[in-house]
Each structure stands twice: as structure tokens, then as C-alpha cells.
């Protein structure tokens, strides 16, 4: 079992930045590929970006693409989401996940975090 915590959201100016981070138990984290989900409200959970096992390969959503930046730091256990240019669309709570990264398509697995919110004002 995985257990997932996120962190880094708040409230920030159209325009800003913001780096979400998400720690992840176990010792098995170099075999997981992962994945960050949004979910706005009123509307249904998203996917934004996911990234593979070693790092080498990443996906985005297309209205992501460009201002968020997705990495991960094996030593530490923790998968990063770095946005920029963050847009008043972009509130909502953020989610991890562990799933799988296959050829321009992301599976989403079972284990979720307990989110972290993302404010932007206008």
C-alpha cells in the first residue's frame, strides 16, 4: 500500500508560481510511475501531467502544457509540479496518483493524497 501527501498550494496572483510537491511512503517509489490530477468545483476530477518511473518520459494535458512542469526526486520519494503563468482556471484542489504512464495515455491507479489547494485570483 501507498500512502501519498501533498503539499505547496495556496493562494497566489494570476501570473504566479507555485511548486506542489507530493511524498510517498514506501520503498518502492522508483517503481511507480505517477501522475497529478485537479478537480475544480462543481467539475470532475482532471488530469495535468503524469511521469514514468525513471524520469524520462512525461505527459500533459493540453491546457497545462507549456506553463507546468512535472519531476520527481527518486532519493526522496517525491513527485514535483512546478506551475508557472498560473491562470484563474487553474483553482482547485491538486492530487497525486500512482498509475501508469503508457504511450501518450495515463491509467490512473487507486491510491490518491489528500489534495492540496490551489487559489488564483485574477
Known amino acids: 500500500q501507498v500512502q501519498l501527501v501533498e503539499s505547496g498550494g495556496g493562494l497566489v496572483q494570476a501570473g504566479g508560481s507555485l511548486r506542489l510537491s507530493c511524498a510517498a511512503s514506501?520503498?518502492?517509489?522508483?517503481?511507480?510511475?505517477m501522475g497529478w490530477y485537479r478537480q475544480a468545483p462543481g467539475k470532475e476530477r482532471e488530469f495535468v501531467a503524469a511521469i514514468s518511473k525513471s524520469g524520462r518520459s512525461t505527459l500533459y494535458a493540453g491546457s497545462v502544457k507549456g506553463r507546468f512542469t512535472i519531476s520527481r526526486d527518486n532519493a526522496k520519494n517525491t513527485v514535483f509540479l512546478q506551475m508557472n503563468s498560473l491562470k484563474p482556471e487553474d483553482t482547485a484542489i491538486y492530487y497525486c496518483n500512482v498509475g501508469i504512464l503508457a504511450t501518450l495515455t495515463w491509467l490512473k491507479g487507486d491510491y490518491w493524497g489528500q489534495g492540496t489547494q490551489v487559489t488564483v485570483s485574477s
Open positions: 514506501g520503498r518502492t517509489f522508483s517503481t511507480y510511475d
